[in-house]
């Protein structure tokens, strides 16, 4: 939304000093362990070590013997309510196929049991204690046994609810043509073909999943938790234990990093069963270990991209196949999948012959779920290696192929309203893009056109510069809804209540900015309070690169209302019409006399002389449209042809996220996302034993970049005005991890014309490729 | 059994248990800066500095900082006397969750206090092993550049 402030903006745009800065440099205890609770018990899990068996007995008599056990929960002594882990918005897309605890285990790491003792001694003795008897079930491990014949079935249950094909282990599929794909095909001058694969990899936020559960002095269940979606934590425990909502408050402190992974009910419903058994206070903390093995991961995922071009290479028909392995639970499997087409197709709207399907099926593995690109990432590696490939096939500059092709302001795609969140979506004209005005920096930053054509080499290494594009969306249209509260202090100052949920990318700062624009005073006097279910109106949560875009837009309304009444008081005061006042600098000043009056001064009447109100508003926005944010990334690479060595030498990512509110802090959600995304290329991958237990399950092992991994960085903010967004402001928290995999895949073909298509890409396998292509 | 030792140069004279963790212990006594990412001395985020050197102190035993100085992000600055390298970190826009930001600023503290005026290719490699998903460490980097200015300026 535009809005007319009548004078200068001076917050908004500006690198103000976030609003936890100084809390978080000091070391402040600010983070859900920081919190000491008197007595309260440690809660462990005991988890399967069988990728798929059924337990024909539970046996936790020595177990409760342990000196300090007071509590062992396991699916003998829980009620069966079958829920979804994802923290998605009412009624969740997807399928009900878990409960707290089952009589069959689906993967190395589902949870068999709980525990809640004195001491984690205790607890963990008690754990060592437990026994079980398993009958062993066949497992499978990968989408082609799943979907050979024969396969067993994992979700056998009966009681599961919204599985899209559960005895073929199909957890969501998807089928979505327009127009006629094969004559589309057929029409077309030059076609390609490119298949890539994103293996299991994992978000590895600093701190591991934890949360701590206390009742109030009132009864109510506090729960205290390292989460991204305070309110759906609220609703899905309330649901799965059978306790009212009025009497669950969810609380979340600061966040210890997130990326996806905790948008998932993990840990919140147990601990919460623990502590209502017990009458008692609840910790639990996962170790780095448990994070591995039992939360959540990137979908795995083949994607098969078909291209079918004109001579002038104008796209004409675009086929996306996309194929992922959900793990053994299904939360996020249906939506991340449409959102492997529905974030990337648009982004080439010249297409008129469309087909995007695919399914998500069941495996004996961990459990996929929500992470930053949500999709998008698996999508845009297929979609950008077979442009590369498009533009060699044509004889044309990658650049050029999508300068030529790629969608623009006042433009549609047809797949906007084809495809949403598990299921059709809304249709949306794309009202700011400057997406070639990215390309075109990028280029210039990368130095494009001279590398292009002269390839470096010294010795054993050859030097190469690839390039990749993206998009991604601000919230999901039609579903999101964030409020917001401004209330006026009588000093003047503003306290601003509001559901999103800050996970360290800085959304508490950019709000208040917003506020604090519309009110005319500086960020210091705007106190924020969020994600609190009880004192903080609703949000969605963060995640869907919503919060700045729809969190915002509320953020901003709200502010408006409080403006409004602020005038009114103000022009009693002064004896003059509204329309003649202005908001300035913590003062109301009239335009015309230049008469004016202190914050501070309307505060105190309006609290306690005159109107005897509280000035103060709220105001909810939900999404009706989901802007793109676009973004361009180049990279020079180096590659030894003799250990198969990739070296990202460095790497430019341009970004229109609209009008950046902070740009310090979209900058740095670009950089952190483009390395999270560099991680995916060198190293990270989780492995697995051929019984199906991750084998990777320390930093040590699986390996995240460090600070001598990353390469020159360059993230460059491309303004464009989003008309719809606050301040002109769209996303930018995701867009940025979808660039790497394909950029630097081009880039390695560039240099040494070999293409890797399966992440990531260690020296054995550019080893192999070179030997292969040598052969 | 009971040990002493300087915490944020205060006396401390506490008990500890068999084979527990200098995590553990300073988590214990209120020092919640110190936190805890994997466990196994691979993530960096619960360095704190004995004698003015960067340890991982969830893989030190509590009993070996009998008799010496143990300095964690509470010792470094307050709220509202933060440390100029604290402020660096704010300033040049490197917390962004600010899970790893504690063993950050200390181990580049201790890094500051032998080299004042390190590289970025120095400050990239002594930082090796702290990790940090959120920010692609490029502000991490220009932090410590922009503290280690204000150090050779003479702010602190």
Redesign the interface.
């Known amino acids: 939304m535009v809005i007319k402030l009548g004078r200068p903006i001076e917050v908004v745009g500006k690198n103000v000093l976030k609003v936890d800065g100084i809390p978080l440099a000091t070391g402040q205890p600010k983070f859900t362990m920081d919190m000491d609770i008197p007595g309260a018990l440690i809660g462990k899990l005991l988890y399967s070590p069988h990728a798929h068996a059924e337990i024909v007995s539970i046996d936790t008599s020595e177990a409760e013997k342990v000196p300090g056990v007071v509590c062992i929960l396991h699916y003998g002594n829980v009620p069966r309510v079958p829920y979804t882990t994802a923290g998605q918005g009412w009624p969740e897309p997807s399928p009900y196929d878990t409960v707290l605890f089952d009589k069959k285990v689906r993967y190395v790491g589902d949870r068999v049991a709980a525990v809640a003792a004195e001491t984690e001694e205790a607890a963990l003795e008690a754990l060592r204690k437990i026994k079980v008897e398993y009958k062993i079930l066949p497992a499978v491990f990968s989408i082609d046994e799943v979907l050979a014949p024969g396969a067993p079935i994992i979700h056998d249950e009966p009681d599961a609810q919204g599985i899209y094909d559960a005895k073929r282990n199909i957890a969501a599929a998807v089928d979505v043509p327009v127009g006629d794909l094969e004559q589309g095909f057929a029409e077309s001058d030059v076609l390609v073909e490119a298949t890539c694969e994103v293996p299991y990899v994992q978000h590895a936020a600093l701190e591991p999943h934890c949360v701590a559960v206390y009742f109030d002095e009132d009864g109510r269940l506090v729960i205290r938790s390292s989460t991204q979606v305070p309110f759906h934590v609220r609703r899905i425990v309330s649901r799965v234990l059978g306790i009212p909502i009025h009497r669950i408050r969810v609380i979340k402190p600061r966040i210890g990093g997130g990326f996806g992974s905790k948008q998932e009910v993990i840990l919140e419903p147990i601990a919460a069963a623990l502590a209502l058994r017990t009458g008692r206070p609840v910790v639990m903390n996962l170790s780095r270990e448990e994070v591995f093995v039992s939360t959540r991961t990137r979908h795995p995922y083949r994607v098969r991209v078909k291209l079918g071009a004109k001579k002038d290479g104008t796209l004409h028909a675009l086929e996306m196949e996309a194929l992922a392995s959900a793990g053994a639970y299904g939360p996020h499997s249906g939506t991340v999948l449409y959102n492997v087409g529905s974030k990337s197709l648009p982004l080439y709207n010249k297409a008129r012959h469309l087909r995007f399907h695919g399914k998500a099926v069941y495996t004996n593995l961990p459990v996929a779920g929500a992470y930053r690109g949500y999709g998008a990432t698996q999508g845009f590696f297929a979609l950008e290696v077979a442009m590369d490939e498009l533009a060699e096939k044509l004889g044309m500059d990658p650049v050029e192929l999508r300068l030529e092709n790629h969608i623009r302001a006042g433009e549609t795609s047809p797949i906007f309203e084809k495809l949403g969140e598990g299921r059709e979506g809304k249709p949306q004209i794309v009202r700011s893009c400057a997406l070639a005005e990215c390309i075109k920096i990028g280029a210039e930053r990368i130095g494009w056109y001279e590398k292009r054509k002269a390839p470096r080499r010294e010795g054993s290494w050859f030097y190469g510069v690839g390039m990749s594009c993206a998009m991604q969306g601000s919230g999901i249209t039609g579903v999101d809804m964030a409020a917001a509260t401004i209330m006026m202090n009588e000093d003047g100052s503003f306290r601003l209540l509001v559901g999103a949920t800050d996970l360290g990318t800085g959304s508490d700062t950019v709000l208040a900015q917003i506020a604090a624009e519309v009110l005319a005073v500086p960020v210091e006097k705007i106190v924020v309070y969020s994600s609190d279910t009880d004192f903080t109106p609703f949000d969605k949560g963060a995640y869907a690169s919503s919060t700045t875009y729809v969190s915002g837009n509320a953020v901003l309304q709200a502010a408006e209302k409080v403006k409004e009444q602020i005038l009114l008081v103000a022009s009693k005061i002064l004896g003059e019409p509204v329309e003649n006042l202005s908001l300035e600098r913590e003062k109301v000043v009239s335009l015309r006399t230049g008469k004016e009056v202190p914050y501070w001064e309307i505060g105190h009447r309006a609290f306690y002389v005159t109107e005897q109100q509280h000035l103060m508003a709220s105001a909810s926005f939900t999404c009706p449209e989901s802007p793109p944010p676009f973004a361009a990334f180049f990279c020079e690479v180096g590659v030894d042809t003799e250990t198969g060595v990739v070296k990202v030498e460095k790497f430019v990512a341009v970004a229109d996220c609209g009008q950046p509110i902070h740009p310090k802090l979209a900058e740095g959600q670009l950089e952190g996302a483009v390395v999270q995304g560099i991680g995916h290329v060198l190293f990270e991958e989780m492995l697995f034993s051929e019984r199906g237990s991750c084998v990777n399950r320390t930093f040590f092992d699986y390996r995240v970049p460090t600070s001598p991994d990353v390469p020159e960085i360059e993230a460059i903010l491309v303004p464009s005005v989003e008309p719809t967004g606050p301040f002109g402001a769209k996303s930018i928290a995701e867009v940025g991890i979808n660039g790497p995999l394909p950029a630097i895949s081009n880039a390695i073909y560039h240099a040494v014309g070999v293409r890797l298509t399966r992440a990531p890409f260690t020296p054995e396998r550019v080893l192999q490729a070179l030997k292969a292509r040598a052969k | 059994m009971k040990i002493y030792f300087e915490l944020n140069g205060k006396p401390q004279y506490v008990g500890v248990g068999p084979g527990e963790s200098l995590l553990s212990l300073l988590r214990r006594v209120g ?3 110190v ?6 001395g ?2 960096g ?1 619960c360095t704190v500095l004995v004698e003015g050197r960067p340890v991982r102190s969830c893989i030190f035993f509590a009993p070996k900082v009998q008799g010496k100085r143990v300095t ?3 010792g ?4 509202d006397n ?1 440390h100029p390298l ?2 660096a ?3 040049a ?10 063993g950050m ?1 200390l181990t580049s503290y201790a890094l500051l206090e032998r080299n004042p005026n390190p590289t970025a290719d120095e ?3 002594y ?15 220009d932090a410590v550049l922009l503290a280690a200015e204000w150090k050779r300026e003479g702010r602190w």
């Open positions: 020092m919640k800066s936190k805890e990412g994997c466990g196994t691979e993530c985020a964690t992000l509470e470094l600055g307050t709220l933060p604290q402020l970190f704010v300033e826009g490197p917390v962004q969750c600010g899970f790893c930001t504690p600023i400050v990239r490699e930082l090796v092993g702290n990790l940090c998903r959120c920010t692609g460490y490029k502000k991490i980097i």
